[in-house]
């Protein structure tokens, strides 16, 4: 089953010092199988298409946006592989999730929030908040 939801994001990244914030509020489309929600967006501004995977501890992000795709596992406590594609090759990060806090609201409506390391072989790229809400 398909549900058109409203999507809320906030971010707060850290790189090299300087701190940036992005709010988003987009339309999207929620998918549950079982404990699993998927969450589809477009962002009207970049055009880049995102796919959320969430599951009660465990996010899969997907990300496109012309030949760039970024596609991110984060698991709160655990070091992963993600991965970083351009035109010029795939680029291989590796992300530290230190904070994953997942609460479903109602069947269709929840808040996640997610707190994350992103670095280039030993070379720390950013320290990265990410705050989602979704509602039917």
Known sequence: MQVPV?????????QA??????ELLEQGELTCK???IYLRYTEAKAGAQTILKIKPAELLLTRRQGQ???QLN???GQQTNAKYKTAYGIISLVAKCT?????????TSSELKVEYLLYSG???L?????ELQFKA
Not at 99 to 107: A, N, R, V
Not at 126 to 130: A, P
């Open 6 to 14: 409203e999507i809320k994001l906030k971010t707060v990244q850290t």
């Open 17 to 22: 010092g300087e701190i940036e914030k992005f």
């Open 34 to 36: 079982g404990e699993t």
């Open 68 to 70: 760039l795709a970024l």
């Open 74 to 76: 984060l698991v709160e």
């Open 99 to 107: 904070t994953y806090k997942y609460e479903p609201l109602t069947e």
């Open 122 to 124: 030993e070379e720390l």
């Open 126 to 130: 950013g320290e990265y908040k990410l």
